[in-house]
């Protein structure tokens, strides 16, 4: 909670105190003047929010109260017991509601560059297989971020309309749900100049039915090191995105219904976990993963999202001649990364466009066929802290590790969500599958090591990534041979 909230919620249990004891309404004017002005300065310079409405509507009660000059406990021991319940109500969900849904704050930048965002819109020629029109064309839009030359610029708000009202569909939540996100501040700005410098690309992946751009805190980081990052949306795949027209295409369910969370595929993931479970060796764990890997709808999704990759590859030349980003993208340098099935589709797309130099999955399973072949580039496989019965299936989808340079990590006491910006957005670890690090903890942990990796592949440097293990205790990471 920010501090005017918390003077409210303060302001709301020692009124009721003070009415339930008070003698007489002697300083009724100033009561009221207090309460008001609290809220004026609440609504002006904190903004209102509806989580704070419990306490909003408590504050309007005591208002009435001390308007009428009435005590609020006043009544039969049956009344009496209803309105301290009441109270306790209000209270106690004014307290949860902005505590767990908070206005947080971003971990601050710690490289040498700003950071600035713009969007471009790419239009392919390759066929749309999620819609049932014959004619639509697949049509991304990528999420430019990027060392940033700041003079008068504004920062941007948090989340643009897409990934907010796509977000809050997902849920069945009305589209001003996520208004209170305003009042986060980020380190991105609105379309500043980009640094005077060419910087190593590094194309993002989100993950499937995520927020495209709901990684705040290490993108902004990444690219503060002196990196651009294209922030692919996948269209349809998506919670939503948002089109130059204003258009916003959410998440397809007419297609995950009859592809996806269908009946057969729901069979599938129930004999995989069972025969996993069931395994009695090391060798039926094997052949439960690997009938899991080839089987399983995700990896047909991976060769979709390694297409969308390469599109965007295909399209840097022309980018760094006719675009903002003209003579600012190394494009001898090109490296990907991404979350969840995002991660997944990173390996993937290594093994499909040899124009790829380097690669890393975070908390992705290696879903298709990586099982029967090995990475081809340097890559780096960082996992959250998946607890038992979780399948272990990467142990096997990487079992023969990668020609060049492969690094293997977890990051302990994290969950699955600790590579996003859920944690900061939903502050109930039994909700945001964060597991019990600090959240900026994790984030730091990930930053550094994917910047740590990339800097030795794309800019290179000679980083001893191992040594951040004993920086990190939290951090296991080694070579896989």
Not at 8 to 22: A, D, G
Not at 88 to 104: D, E, K, N, Q, R
Not at 154 to 175: H, M, V
């Amino acid at each position: 909670m920010r501090i005017l909230e918390i003077i409210l919620l303060l302001l709301s249990v020692s009124l009721i105190f003070h009415l339930s004891i008070r003698k007489n309404t002697t300083y009724k004017k100033i009561e009221l003047a207090i309460i008001f002005g609290l809220l004026a300065i609440h609504f002006i310079f904190g903004g209102y929010r509806w989580q704070m409405i419990p306490i909003y509507f408590l504050l309007l009660i005591i208002l009435f109260l001390i308007f009428k000059e009435k005590s609020p406990l006043k009544g039969n021991w049956f009344l009496k017991s209803l309105k301290i319940i009441s109270f306790l109500f209000l209270l106690i969900i004014g307290f949860i509601l902005p505590s767990a849904l908070p206005v947080f704050e971003l971990p601050e930048t710690t490289g040498n560059y700003k950071v600035g965002s713009q969007y471009i819109h790419l239009k392919t020629a390759r066929e749309e297989i999620i819609t049932e029109n014959p004619d639509d064309k697949r049509e991304l839009m990528i999420k430019v971020w990027y060392p940033a030359i700041i003079k008068n610029e504004e920062k941007e708000p948090y989340l643009n309309d897409g990934d907010r009202f796509s977000f809050a569909a997902k849920y069945g939540l009305p589209n001003a749900t996520f208004n209170y996100l305003d009042y986060v501040e980020t380190n991105t700005y609105i379309n500043p100049k980009v640094a005077d410098k060419k910087f190593p690309v590094l194309i993002f992946s989100h993950g499937s039915y995520s927020k495209a751009s709901g990684h705040y805190a290490i993108i902004e980081e990444i690219v503060s090191q002196g990196y651009i990052v294209l922030n692919i949306n996948h269209t349809y795949e998506s919670t939503g995105t948002l089109f130059p027209d204003g258009s916003i295409k959410l998440y397809n369910q007419a297609y995950d219904k009859k592809y996806i969370s269908n009946q057969k595929t729901a069979e599938l993931a129930w004999k995989m976990q069972q025969d996993y479970a069931n395994a009695k060796n090391e060798e039926e764990r094997f052949i439960a993963s690997e009938f899991a890997l080839k089987n399983y709808i995700p990896g047909v999704i991976s060769k979709r999202w390694s297409q969308d990759i390469s599109s965007v590859i295909d399209e840097l030349k022309n980018w760094n001649t006719n675009s903002f980003l003209a003579n600012h993208l190394d494009i001898s340098k090109i490296g990907v990364f991404g979350h969840s099935q995002g991660g997944t589709s990173v390996a993937q797309s290594i093994l499909d466009d040899k124009r790829i130099a380097a690669g890393a999955n975070l908390d992705g399973v290696q879903w298709g066929n990586m099982i029967d072949t090995l990475v081809t580039k340097p890559f780096l496989n960082i996992s959250s802290d998946w607890k038992a019965p979780h399948p272990n299936y990467n142990k096997y989808a990487y079992r023969n590790g990668g020609t060049n340079v492969f690094y293997d990590a977890k990051i302990k006491n994290s969950g699955h969500s600790s590579f996003m910006d859920i944690p900061l957005m939903i502050n109930i670890p039994t909700l945001n599958e964060a597991g019990t690090i600090d959240p900026k903890e994790g984030y730091q942990i990930i930053t550094e090591t994917v910047v740590s990796f990339f800097d030795n592949h794309l800019k290179n440097k000679q980083n001893n990534i191992l040594k951040l293990k004993e920086k990190y205790p939290l951090l296991e990471i080694e070579v896989k041979k």
